[in-house]
Structure formats: C-alpha cells, structure tokens
C-alpha cells in the first residue's frame, strides 16, 4: 500500500528527499516551489513513511497528511462578483489546498438572481471534469432550494454549502454544511476555522464513497504511473502553467494542447500496452490547450481485449 | 446604528443584519447612517432597503474637511476629516498643479503660493456625490442579481425598492410606506 504525504519546509537538502522517494519506488505528486519554500506531495510505501518522516525532520522540514492528495476540487459561486468573492469561496478553496487537493474557483455566466439564473451544458461538462465539486450558495434557504434545480444533472460528486438548512434537497448532492453564507471578510474565528473543516471532511466523506468505488473495479494502471511517464514527455516538462500535470482519482489532467500532442501521448508505452488502448483521452471542455486522461479499470481493458479478439 | 429587519426567512434576517452592518463599516458608510430598514423577501424576491442617514447631504468644501492657515506666502492644511483626503489632494493638484502641493505626512500639507479663502472655497465632494455614493453601498449589500431597481430620495432618508424581473405597483407602494415611515 502506498501512503500520500506532505513534505513542507526548505529548499535546503530536499535534494536528498527527492532521492529517497526514488530509492524506496516513491513518487512526487505535487511540486511547489515559493521563493526558499517547498511542499512535496509524495506517494511513498507504507512501510518507508517513518524513514521519510526522519528525513524531513533532519532536514528542517514537517511531514503533514494530506487526505485529498491526488484530487482536484472545483469550488463554483454563482458569480464571480464582489457579491459571492473572494469570501467563502476562496477560504474554503484554501483549506482544501492545505489538505493537499488541486482546486479551482468557477463562476457561472449567469448564475446570479433567484428565477433568472441559469446554468449552461458547457458549464455542467467543465464541473463534471474534476474529482468532486463543491457549490457555494447563499443566506435564503427559498433560494437555496431554488437554485438547486440548476445542479440536477451533474454527474460529479456535489456538496453544497450553505447559510440555512435547506429542504428537501438531500437526493441532489452528496454532502450539505450549512451556516455559511454570503461574507464580508475571512473566515478566520475558531468557529468559522471548524466550520472550513466540517466542509473538508464532507468533500473527503464523499470522495472515499468514490475511491471505494474505484477499490471494487480499480483502474489499469495508478495516475501516479502515468504521471512519471509524461514528465518525461518534453511538452510537459518544458510547459510553464502552474501545475502542468494534475491528477485526478481516476486519470489526469494534462495542460499541453489535444489537438497538437494526442497521438504522441496515445502512443506512450505502459506495461507492454498504448496508452490509447488503456485510457481515453479527450480535450478539456474548457479550451483546447488542455487534455483529460481517463484510465479505465481492469475489468474494461479486459472487455476490451475480448472484442478486439486479443 | 439601529437595524430593523423585515424579514420571512429565518436564517437570512440574523445573516443580514450583520452583513448590512459590516458592508457599510467596510466601505466607510457606516458612520453616516442613523438607522436602517432592511425587508428581505426572497420567495417573491422583493428586497427593501431604507436608509436615514445622521445628516442630509451637503456639498463639502476643504474647510469642512480640513484646518487651513496663511503662512506667509503659503497656505498650511491639516486634513481633518480622513475620509475627504484623496479627494482635496486631487483637487489641489488640479488647481495648483502637483509640484505647489508639498505633502509632509498623510493629514498635513502646505499649498505654495496659495490664499487661505481660495484653498479653502475648494469643493470636495458634492451633495450629488454623497448619494450616489450612499445608492451605490445599498445596492452592494442587496443580494446579486435583484436589479429591477427603483430609488426613493427624500432629505436624509434613501429607499431602494429592488426586485429580479417586474417591478409591480405594489412592491413601489411598499417601498414608499417604508420610505415614508422611516421619516423623511
């Protein structure tokens, strides 16, 4: 079994870190580098996690648990007006960062009001490319239920938050906190700091439901494997954008353009197969300089096989 | 300031008071209201928000806002009232020019080559302004999206009736019960 873990400390030393992980068949998730800073989101085995720890204690850093590592989150506003940002939106964004997930703040084109808000198609397959979505909405519970119509057909898991308890609208998401409603400023008070944290543990409630669905069927080969494979990918590794590589529970996201590099990363070798056969690949509904890498499970491989006579 | 909320939804009338309150301190607002009236009906929607203000707004010069005196062949400001100090500094600069304006710290400067009654007959800020202004911060606290807008001004009290989609005759008839009791 693998472990995801946290490195956050200096620069100093972390060479030794990085070659730890390689030594003991570890692998670097997530990367961030500010200024003399770094935090490492690493996959390492169960058994090497307390060497790991003494390590990073040696070399001046702390090892943290990041229960989301691996995941992207989209938190989605209405708007993204002064009315709905940056608060909550951005503070529940920050405390699901500090558990070790990827997110992203959406707002809709055209979500504000009550009776006139809408939520288009493209919007719905953009929420549906990542791990799980969180919605923010507002102080009115009649709202609130109202609005929910707009979420319906969302295949992602949803959790929703909320200033009052709504009603009724259990079936439509995954996860409901209440008590958080529209904001002037951070939710920095030691109730609000829990309240950030009850939202945390809904998004992780939900997604291990997804995760075990995974453990029944799992997929073909771990995101992380495929991840090493396309760093070494010249595109990738030359590419500039934050995060070039994001993984998700079941596959990646791949910030190099569909069109231009589809047929090359297609043609990847892992275990003795294309990557084309074991995944789908597909552009990214929000523009065409990004591609999403769905890895099937092994039962769909093998099905696979079957029709194609293998 | 005393809040008076109307309201049918529970958890939105403990949520706005505060809300109103902090919305209006954080955009400097809150010193000029006396009280408020805010009805909040989301299932119509129809939202309601009467303000009288501690003073009806007036045109403001520098010497409302600052101390000024001769010093020879320059007049010396010391700015008062914070929340004008962009606002003379701008217009210093517009009619003196930038280099005749001499800053020393954020409240104090001396005006070179200025008279005390022409620094001091500047306007700063216009009776106009102040209500725009005062409009602008009670259509920040109402909820986004509710912008079928209709503004009662009456001496110090503003009413902004504010529904989504038609304006009927009878939310402008509430708004206007509600604007006239919050006396005018």
Redesign the interface.
């Known amino acids: 079994m693998f472990e995801v873990m946290m490195y956050d400390g200096g620069i100093y030393r972390s060479e030794e870190l990085f070659e730890m992980i390689e030594d003991i068949g570890g692998a670097v998730l997530q990367k961030n580098r500010s200024s003399q800073m770094l935090s490492v989101t690493m996959s390492v085995p169960e058994g090497d996690r307390k060497a790991i720890e003494a390590l990073c204690k040696d070399i001046g850093g702390e090892v943290k648990s990041v229960p989301l590592a691996g995941t992207e989150i989209a938190i989605v506003g209405?708007?993204l007006?002064?009315?709905?940002m940056p608060h909550p939106i951005c503070d529940i964004a920050e405390n699901l960062r500090r558990r070790g997930s990827i997110t992203v703040v959406m707002g809709l084109a055209r979500g504000?009001?009550?009776?006139?808000?809408q939520i288009n198609l493209e919007e719905k397959m953009i929420i549906d490319e990542y791990d799980a979505a969180v919605f923010m909405l507002?102080?009115?519970?009649?709202?609130v239920e109202a609005k929910t119509e707009l979420f319906r057909d969302i295949d992602a898991p949803l959790v929703l938050v909320c200033?009052?308890?709504p009603e009724g609208i259990d079936d439509a998401y995954d996860a409901i906190v209440s008590g958080v409603?529209?904001?002037?400023?951070r939710m920095r008070t030691a109730p609000e700091r829990a309240k950030l944290d009850e939202i945390a543990d809904a998004v992780e409630r939900t997604l291990s439901e997804k995760r075990k669905i995974l453990e029944e069927d799992p997929l073909f080969v771990h995101p992380a494997e495929i991840k090493q494979l396309l760093e070494d990918y010249e595109p990738v590794n030359m590419c500039l954008r934050p995060g070039p590589i994001v993984m998700h529970l079941d596959g990646l996201r791949v910030k190099i353009g569909y069109e231009e590099h589809r047929r090359h990363v297609e043609d990847m070798a892992v275990y003795g197969r294309r990557l084309g056969e074991i995944c789908t690949i597909s552009p990214s509904k929000i523009n065409d300089s990004s591609m999403l890498i769905r890895i099937k499970t092994r039962s769909e491989v093998e099905h696979d096989d079957r029709r194609a006579g293998r | 300031m005393d809040v008076n909320i109307i309201s049918e939804?529970?958890?939105?009338d403990r949520?706005?008071s505060d809300?109103f309150t902090?919305?209006m301190a954080?955009i400097n607002k809150l010193s000029l209201i006396e009280k408020a009236t805010l009805v909040?009906k989301?299932?119509v929607?129809l939202f309601i928000f009467s303000v009288r203000m501690r003073a009806e707004p007036s045109s403001k010069t520098v010497a409302d806002a600052a101390n000024a005196r001769s010093e020879g062949a320059n007049v010396h400001l010391t700015i008062t009232d914070e929340r004008y100090a962009p606002s003379i500094l701008e217009q210093l600069w517009k009619k003196f020019g930038r280099e005749s304006v001499d800053q020393q710290t954020r409240f104090d400067l001396d005006v070179i080559g200025a008279s005390e009654s022409e620094v001091k007959a500047l306007l700063v800020a216009s009776d106009e302004e102040s209500v725009n202004d005062m409009i602008g911060a009670i259509w920040?606290t109402m909820?986004?999206?509710?912008?079928n807008r209709r503004t009662f001004i009456d001496g110090r009290t503003i009413t902004v009736v504010a529904t989504?989609?038609i304006m009927e005759p009878y939310m402008l008839e509430e708004g206007m019960k509600i604007h006239t009791a919050e006396g005018v």
């Open positions: 209405p708007t007006g002064r009315h709905h504000r009001g009550k009776k006139t808000a507002g102080n009115f519970k009649n709202c200033g009052p308890v409603g529209r904001k002037m400023e | 939804d529970e958890y939105g949520s706005y809300l902090r919305i954080d909040l989301p299932t929607p920040r909820p986004e999206g509710i912008k989504e989609e």
